[in-house]
């Protein structure tokens, strides 16, 4: 079973910086695009951050020069180091992970979620 579990959530004043992070588990062969989204109530989740098995990144333009993707391997992990936040940031954040686990073809797991807050 695989399991995709964020961290780092929270309340963070305008201008201010959290760093996210998510980390999978279980019976895992490969990793494949890993990525951040976010929603609030009423829209749509949308595509925060993204970073492929190769390292190729994108961010949304919403994002772009404020927050950073990265990946660690090694550790089934992926990071967004979010700063300058506004508070049009704030959002439930979610990890995505394309996975592969033995005999099956790969898969999107998604963590739980977690609160960002950013106060004006």
């Known amino acids: 079973q695989v399991r995709v579990v964020e961290s780092g959530g929270g309340l963070v004043q305008a201008g201010g910086s959290l760093r996210l992070s998510c980390v999978a588990s279980g019976s895992i062969v490969s990793i494949n695009a890993m990525g951040w989204y976010r929603q609030v109530p009423g829209k749509e989740r949308e595509l925060v951050a993204g970073?492929?098995?190769?390292?190729?990144?994108n961010y949304a333009d919403s994002v772009k020069g404020r927050f950073t993707i990265s990946r660690d391997n090694a550790k089934k992990a992926v990071y967004l180091q979010m700063n300058s936040l506004k508070p049009e940031d704030t959002a439930v954040y979610y990890c995505?992970?394309?996975?592969?686990?033995?005999?099956?073809?790969?898969?999107?797991?998604w963590g739980q979620g977690t609160q960002v807050t950013v106060s004006s």
């Open positions: 970073i492929s098995g190769t390292g190729r990144i």
């Open positions: 995505n992970a394309n996975i592969r686990q033995l005999w099956e073809p790969a898969a999107d797991y």
